[in-house]
């Protein structure tokens, strides 16, 4: 296994990109080998054989592994699209990024043409810079995928004095729609109490605050809505939202359009 690059899900797993609960706990390792290189062939390991650029290749003092723009890009030919963009908004997450937007980008233009590319590229348009948990990614294509329009991500929002009130996970400013997701570390009484001084001050300051956990994600039946876009879809109503044609990802009905992940560096 001498010169083997650890790869795809194991790299992933390193870098701790989130993944399926099905793919977490895998109990094989992939590993790359260059071209001129035999593909690994052991027990419990996946061989794969591809080029790689000096770049795409991380020495560590036990392992050498992909980056994460390369891990990530051999993703796309595992993942769903879905999980594919949870991924990508962890490259881009707004504490300690793996990445930029513009890095993506020109890793994603000299890759035209590979296996994977066509993939990586309807992920990088649903892909946002910022956010701060998987479950932000899951609710934000959630609402696009119903029909509604898409959020801005982690907006600041102020009382009438300036005065900054909180970062809502998803928001819509115009009709001042406050989205939150509630895991289940807001389960703790001290967190409870410092959630529902979040909430009042929004409304205090003329916010609809719609507060969703894991439940409201998940269709209560086959064909049915979750109802995380039937509770969001009532309060864009009723705060004058007027449905119009599904708009394309990144465009908005009615309110402030959020900038296209190109237009800021994902820091």
């Known amino acids: 296994m001498t010169g083997a690059i650890v790869s795809h899900l194991s790299a992933a797993v390193l870098w701790g990109f989130p993944l399926p ?4 706990n895998l109990a094989v390792i992939h590993l790359t080998s260059r071209p ?7 027990k419990n390991v996946v061989g794969h054989q591809q080029a790689l650029e000096p770049e795409e290749i991380v020495t560590g003092v ?23 963009v949870v991924a990508g908004d962890f490259l881009l997450r707004r504490r300690n990024p793996l990445t930029t937007i ?13 296996a994977g590319y066509r993939r990586a590229m309807r992920a990088r348009s649903l892909i946002r810079a910022d956010t701060d948990s998987p479950k932000e990614t899951e609710l934000r294509l959630l609402l696009i995928r119903h029909g509604l329009p898409e959020p801005a991500i982690n907006v600041p929002m102020f009382d009438e004095t300036g005065g900054w009130i909180q970062d809502p996970d998803l928001a819509y400013e115009e009709e001042k729609i406050a989205i939150q997701y509630d895991g289940g570390h ?46 969001v879809r009532a309060a864009l109503l009723e705060r004058g939202w007027t449905p ?22 994902g820091r």
């Open 36 to 42: 001129g290189q035999r593909a690994v062939r052991h």
């Open 244 to 265: 119009g044609p599904s708009p394309k990802p990144g465009q908005r009905h009615r309110a402030r359009p959020q900038p296209h992940p190109s237009d800021t560096d």
């Open 62 to 84: 036990r392992v050498s592994c992909t980056s994460p723009l390369r891990t990530w890009f051999d993703l796309a030919g595992i993942l769903g699209l879905d999980d594919l």
């Open 102 to 114: 513009h890095e993506l980008d020109a890793f994603l233009a000299a890759k035209q043409g590979r």
């Open 186 to 231: 807001h389960a703790s009484p001290a967190q409870r109490r410092s959630d529902i001084f979040r909430d009042e001050n929004a409304r205090d300051a003329g916010w609809r605050v719609v507060v969703l956990t894991q439940w409201h994600l998940t269709p209560p039946g086959p064909g049915m809505e979750p109802a995380a876009a039937t509770r």
């Open 21 to 24: 609960q099905a793919l977490e």
